[in-house]
């Protein structure tokens, strides 16, 4: 049906009307009072999602141009950086950083596995000169659907006591707790067409104080993406360079959405989407990728099945719902079902009758009828 379509995969994530209108009006003049009014309004909602007491940068990037803005204006060339790699997101930051000129060092973690503190602590110890510049985590990897254990790494990290934690928060924040401050993370990244409930097109990037000292000294080449400059400019209230008007008209939309819904339901919503997911695929005999449900990341769930692509394919046929693929050498062998954002607990109900639908249809019809809406309704609605 035209129309109908609803993406569940993770990012773009689907819009709300209120926020779809504010992108239908004009563009206000960006350096006018109109704008300043909005942009003030704008950075202290997104300090609030951050639970930071400091400020948030607003970029008009996609979300790899808020972490390359964060290592770049942390790290110089030469220096020693811990990369932790269990999916793809995890492997762009270590091209990012080599791209850069920096030293680059791996942990990594096989596919739907998070990383392991103990291997990240013994990293640590092992730099008594306390060379490490810095630790760079993905914090909800998004090619498979893990949750890294971001309060432990970053606790082991100070500890070390010169790295730095930097944080790609792309597909966490908005879907679960990131306290910024509590939890010492020095630059934490995140993109407005994940849990920000907009269309692609802005980055955003939080320094600590910490951050900020080693930003003013970084040596890494940088024009656009030097924070600095919009940190000046955040004084009066505004950007360095002509910011994305439409989109942060609307992000005061979906801000204030957020706002109204509370961090601790915001939280609750998405955990309890997660793990309707996790029960309604596992009763239609499918295995959730991620196997531990401690390290499930709450914005997305990977099923595996070597029928992915036919699954998908017959979702977007019969039911209009978009489901994301595996990557590389996850192709055919996981789909995603992306739940963050703009997605409420009918969203989960409706596609689970899909998938139910489009497993009959494949000849699995060896459940009971509303096996994975049932097993979803008893954690989502006990
Ligand atoms: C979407 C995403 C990004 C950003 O990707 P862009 O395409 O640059 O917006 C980064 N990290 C993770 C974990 C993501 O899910």
């Given at each position: 049906?035209?129309?109908?379509?609803?993406?569940?995969?993770?990012?773009?994530?689907?819009?709300?009307?209120?926020?779809?209108?504010?992108?239908?009006?004009?563009?206000?003049?960006?350096?006018?009072?109109?704008?300043?009014?909005?942009?003030?309004?704008?950075?202290?909602?997104?300090?609030?999602?951050?639970?930071?007491?400091?400020?948030?940068?607003?970029?008009?990037?996609?979300?790899?141009?808020?972490?390359?803005?964060?290592?770049?204006?942390?790290?110089?060339?030469?220096?020693?950086?811990?990369?932790?790699?269990?999916?793809?997101?995890?492997?762009?930051?270590?091209?990012?950083?080599?791209?850069?000129?920096?030293q680059v060092e791996v942990i990594d973690a096989p596919p739907g596995e998070p990383i392991d503190p103990a291997r990240?602590?013994?990293?640590?110890?092992?730099?008594?000169?306390?060379?490490?510049?810095?630790?760079?985590?993905?914090?909800?990897?998004?090619?498979?659907?893990?949750?890294?254990?971001?309060?432990?790494?970053?606790?082991?990290?100070?500890?070390?006591?010169?790295?730095?934690?930097?944080?790609?928060?792309?597909?966490?924040?908005?879907?679960?707790?990131?306290?910024?401050?509590?939890?010492?993370?020095?630059?934490?990244?995140?993109?407005?067409?994940?849990?920000?409930?907009?269309?692609?097109g802005l980055g955003f990037v939080a320094l600590s104080e910490r951050g900020w000292a080693a930003q003013k000294v970084s040596r890494s080449p940088k024009f656009y993406l030097d924070l600095a400059k919009y940190r000046k400019s955040l004084k009066e209230d505004t950007t360095p360079f002509t910011p994305a008007v439409g989109l942060v008209t609307a992000l005061y939309e979906s801000l204030e959405m957020l706002h109204r819904e509370g961090l601790s339901e915001l939280f609750a919503r998405h955990g309890r989407m997660r793990d309707g997911v996790r029960a309604g695929v596992r009763a239609l005999g499918l295995k959730p990728f991620v196997q531990d449900e401690r390290f499930a990341s709450a914005a997305i769930t990977s099923v595996a099945t070597t029928e992915a692509e036919s699954i998908r394919s017959l979702m977007n046929k019969h039911y209009d719902i978009a489901l994301a693929g595996g990557q590389d050498e996850l192709k055919g062998q996981i789909f995603r079902i992306g739940h963050l954002g703009f997605v409420s607990d009918r969203d989960i109900l409706t596609a689970l009758g899909a998938l139910e639908g489009t497993l009959r249809r494949l000849g699995h019809g060896d459940f009971t009828p509303g096996a994975g809406v049932g097993a979803a309704l008893a954690v989502m609605a006990p």
């Open positions: 049906m035209e129309n109908k379509n609803f993406l569940m995969i993770p990012g773009p994530t689907p819009v709300p009307e209120n926020v779809l209108l504010a992108l239908a009006r004009h563009p206000i003049g960006h350096r006018t009072k109109e704008f300043s009014r909005l942009f003030r309004a704008v950075t202290d909602r997104l300090s609030w999602l951050h639970q930071t007491q400091g400020e948030v940068m607003t970029l008009a990037t996609s979300g790899t141009g808020a972490m390359e803005a964060a290592m770049i204006n942390l790290l110089s060339p030469g220096d020693r950086v811990l990369c932790l790699v269990n999916g793809k997101f995890g492997e762009r930051w270590a091209k990012v950083a080599a791209a850069y000129g920096m990240v602590q013994a990293h640590l110890k092992a730099d008594p000169e306390r060379v490490l510049k810095a630790v760079v985590v993905t914090h909800s990897e998004t090619s498979t659907g893990v949750l890294n254990d971001l309060k432990t790494i970053a606790g082991l990290v100070k500890e070390h006591g010169e790295a730095l934690t930097i944080v790609d928060a792309v597909t966490s924040l908005g879907a679960v707790s990131v306290p910024m401050d509590d939890w010492g993370l020095d630059a934490v990244a995140s993109g407005s067409q994940k849990a920000y409930m907009l269309p692609p």
